[in-house]
């Protein structure tokens, strides 16, 4: 079983559309675990009622807001698939996501996989181009860039065991990979679109020093680097992002 992990905060505008790819998966041994971080618009009420109508979809409240790490750790806690994926409340899933992605981690005994995904705006059906990421990642080739698009990561829980983000506010799938790729030499990437990212006016690779200031907290507290090891990544991370922004974008014809 697949325990696909969605934190939900005011996601009313997008939050049917992101179920509805995950019930329209052609793999169907899977449960979908949403946790609300105190929202306020009415997330609750549409997810309460696709529970209703699909038992694998489950809800859950926290008590207060902690935000993404938090509200994905305890849908991790609650998980009771081998296998972990995650799917953020404005994002989707193409619908042979799950079963492409399985086999192809099955069948090659990966126990860390992503793949290539489409970046959109409200219209999906004209993408505005596709993220290509790396055939595969290395804890060493991660620290300079994050390769992995958080929809697309799958790990298996049988080889790693449960493994949680940091509580940080950003940069905690970061984190995470990190943190699996310590645990096994690659994570490897299936080179199709299977997923849909949806691009916001206020996301962090918009604010250059907010994730300037997020990613020098990674490698200084969260993975406890010296500071001018960490100045020295910084600069090897700049380098690397910008030239990946540029190289991994194919246009969708």
Not at 23 to 28: A, F, G, K, L, R
Not at 51 to 56: G, V
Request: overall charge positive; proline content about 2%.
């Amino acid at each position: 079983m697949v325990s696909i992990i969605t934190p939900v905060f005011n996601s009313q505008k997008y939050i049917s559309e992101c179920i509805t790819s995950v019930i329209n998966q052609t793999y169907d041994n899977w449960e979908h675990i949403l946790i609300d971080d105190c929202s306020t618009d009415g997330s609750d009420e549409i997810i309460k009622n696709f529970s209703k109508i699909d038992k694998r979809i489950k809800y859950y409240a926290l008590e207060r807001n902690g935000g993404a790490g938090v509200a994905r750790n305890k849908a991790i806690e609650l998980a009771k698939g081998r296998y972990i994926a995650f799917l953020d409340s404005d994002d989707l899933w193409t619908p042979d996501k799950l079963e492409r992605q399985i086999e192809f981690m099955v069948k090659n005994k990966y126990s860390f996989s992503y793949t290539d995904y489409f970046v959109i705006t409200d219209d999906r059906e004209h993408p505005l181009f596709r993220r290509s990421a790396p055939n595969r990642v290395s804890y060493t080739k991660m620290l300079r860039n994050d390769y992995i698009g958080c929809l697309t990561a799958i790990y298996d829980v049988s080889y790693f065991g449960k493994v949680y983000m940091s509580d940080i506010r950003k940069r905690q799938d970061w984190v995470l990979w990190l943190n699996l790729l310590k645990k096994t030499d690659f994570a490897y990437c299936l080179k199709m679109p299977l997923a849909y990212y949806r691009i916001g006016n206020q996301s962090l690779s918009k604010n250059k020093f907010k994730l300037l200031s997020h990613n020098f907290n990674v490698y200084y507290k969260e993975l406890g680097y010296s500071f001018f090891m960490s100045c020295y990544l910084m600069v090897i991370f700049l380098m690397t992002y910008f030239y990946y922004k540029m190289t991994s974008k194919k246009l969708v014809t």
